[in-house]
């Protein structure tokens, strides 16, 4: 029988959390319950106390009552110790948590604190916003709580009854099995996917399994995270968009350590600057003043890009180059010289060569001679640019046609 870490404020929110904690063992998994609760007494006595919480943090729950800032980021770092510990005790398997802003960011930091592949459900009030800071790049399930969590009502009831259900269920299900086939990861966005896509097909033939991650901000960092877990065998990151986002503000950024874990780590790579010719906002009205005049393509009603510029390609080149140029192992880069997108070939909308010549000359002008450039005089999605970086990855891995030997 599995059991499942509840986790809540057992004061402000302990009708809640023991209704929460009393579904789950309805579906047949034990429960250990936290209280992360700081002002008023618990609803119910939990298994692990506030106390022993805040004792985890090196505090004690009494010096911090006034002040509500100090008290949530003390709490949270004393819930990231207890649940991690418990978890590499054998003692929980699964975590679940309900509440507002202070408990989503106290019980989530717990659940990024375990590996992924561990059940993590949070019912929280802030769900159906942007989450990207509580979920970060670990497998978080948020469930919105549609009405506040204050009370049990018909909505509530139902909401939480679901979520332990669901927890419960992720708790027991049974995962097949793939083999111990060595990863590949591969970022992608829309404007590549032809190239990852045949590429991937290669590698499979090859004896590989390949994640593809979608490089919107929170993909790229769940990649650069399994790559410095050491988890990857190897990286095909076509797709680095993310740096353009990162460089002019745009929505889809994966934040400073982008393109550096498999340099770090001496992950094997072989890289292109796919898709460095967008910038991505939202709906136009998202548009920052400042870019209005420039040139822009409606990928969808929800999503614009904002072409690069030959002065930010230029910069652009710089970053990717110095990462690169960090690497521990072995690595290439390649060029598609018609084109880093689908709309960037010749008689597309981003058709740009000086942006893209831009681009390449400081790619190469930065990078260290060790480190081999190939440039194709074809576009990102043409079948032999996908040919040779995939047969480039399996040169790099020593394991041509055979993935034993990775």
């Given at each position: 029988?599995?059991?499942?870490?509840?986790m809540?404020?057992?004061?402000?929110?302990?009708?809640?959390s023991?209704?929460?904690?009393?579904?789950?063992r309805a579906?047949?998994s034990?429960t250990?319950?936290?209280?992360?609760?700081?002002?008023?007494?618990?609803?119910?006595?939990?298994?692990?106390?506030?106390?022993?919480?805040?004792?985890?943090?090196g505090?004690?729950?009494?010096?911090?009552?006034?002040?509500?800032?100090?008290?949530?980021?003390?709490?949270?770092?004393g819930?990231?110790?207890?649940v991690?510990d418990?978890?590499?005790?054998?003692?929980?398997?699964?975590?679940?948590g309900l509440?507002?802003?202070?408990?989503?960011?106290?019980?989530?930091a717990?659940m990024?604190?375990?590996?992924?592949?561990v059940p993590k459900?949070?019912?929280?009030?802030?769900?159906?916003?942007?989450?990207?800071?509580?979920?970060?790049?670990?497998?978080?399930?948020?469930?919105?709580s549609i009405v506040?969590?204050?009370?049990?009502?018909?909505?509530s009831?139902?909401?939480?009854?679901?979520?332990?259900?669901?927890v419960?269920?992720?708790?027991r299900?049974?995962?097949?099995?793939?083999?111990?086939?060595?990863?590949?990861?591969a970022?992608?966005?829309?404007?590549?996917t032809?190239?990852?896509?045949?590429?991937?097909?290669r590698?499979?033939?090859?004896?590989?399994?390949?994640l593809?991650?979608?490089?919107?901000?929170?993909?790229?960092?769940?990649m650069?995270?399994?790559?410095?877990?050491?988890?990857i065998?190897?990286?095909?990151?076509?797709?680095?968009?993310?740096?353009?986002?990162e460089?002019?503000?745009?929505?889809?950024?994966?934040g400073?350590?982008?393109?550096?874990?498999?340099a770090?780590?001496?992950?094997?790579?072989?890289?292109?600057?796919?898709?460095?010719?967008?910038?991505?906002?939202?709906?136009?009205?998202?548009?920052?003043?400042?870019?209005?005049e420039r040139?822009?393509?409606r990928?969808?009603p929800n999503?614009?890009?904002m072409?690069?510029?030959?002065?930010?390609?230029?910069?652009?080149?710089?970053?990717l180059?110095?990462?690169?140029?960090?690497?521990q192992?072995?690595?290439?880069i390649?060029?598609?010289?018609?084109?880093?997108?689908?709309?960037?070939?010749?008689d597309?909308?981003?058709?740009?060569?000086?942006?893209?010549?831009?681009?390449?000359?400081?790619?190469?002008?930065?990078?260290?001679?060790?480190?081999p450039?190939?440039?194709?005089?074809?576009?990102?999605?043409?079948p032999a640019?996908?040919?040779?970086v995939?047969?480039?990855?399996l040169?790099?891995?020593?394991?041509?046609?055979?993935a034993?030997e990775?």
């Open positions: 029988m599995p059991t499942i870490l509840v809540g404020t057992l004061d402000t929110k302990g009708v809640e023991g209704f929460l904690a009393e579904q789950v579906n047949g034990d250990l319950v936290v209280d992360l609760g700081i002002l008023g007494p618990p609803a119910f006595d939990p298994d692990v106390t506030r106390d022993e919480v805040a004792d985890a943090a505090e004690r729950i009494e010096a911090l009552a006034g002040d509500r800032g100090r008290a949530v980021a003390a709490m949270t770092r819930i990231e110790k207890i991690t418990l978890y590499a005790n054998g003692r929980i398997d699964a975590v679940v509440g507002g802003s202070a408990g989503t960011t106290m019980a989530t717990a990024r604190a375990l590996p992924m592949g459900v949070m019912v929280s009030t802030i769900a159906g916003g942007d989450v990207t800071a509580f979920v970060g790049p670990k497998d978080i399930t948020m469930i919105p506040d969590i204050s009370g049990l009502n018909r909505i009831r139902q909401v939480i009854a679901q979520a332990a259900a669901a419960s269920a992720m708790a299900a049974e995962v097949p099995e793939t083999g111990d086939k060595p990863l590949i990861a970022s992608m966005f829309g404007n590549t032809q190239c990852v896509e045949a590429a991937r097909s590698f499979e033939a090859s004896g590989f399994e390949v593809v991650f979608h490089a919107t901000g929170v993909g790229g960092r769940t650069e995270s399994l790559v410095s877990g050491g988890f065998a190897a990286i095909l990151d076509v797709t680095t968009t993310e740096l353009a986002d460089l002019a503000g745009g929505v889809l950024s994966a400073p350590t982008r393109l550096t874990a498999a770090r780590t001496g992950t094997p790579a072989v890289v292109a600057p796919g898709c460095l010719d967008m910038v991505n906002f939202w709906a136009p009205e998202s548009i920052p003043e400042k870019y209005r040139r822009f393509y990928h969808n999503v614009t890009l072409r690069t510029t030959p002065k930010e390609n230029r910069e652009l080149g710089r970053r180059g110095e990462r690169l140029n960090a690497s192992g072995p690595a290439a390649y060029l598609p010289l018609k084109g880093v997108s689908v709309i960037s070939a010749p597309q909308p981003f058709h740009w060569p000086e942006a893209d010549e831009a681009l390449f000359r400081s790619i190469k002008e930065v990078l260290r001679p060790e480190i450039v190939f440039e194709l005089d074809v576009n990102i999605n043409d640019f996908a040919e040779a995939a047969d480039g990855l040169q790099l891995l020593g394991s041509r046609g055979n034993g990775a």
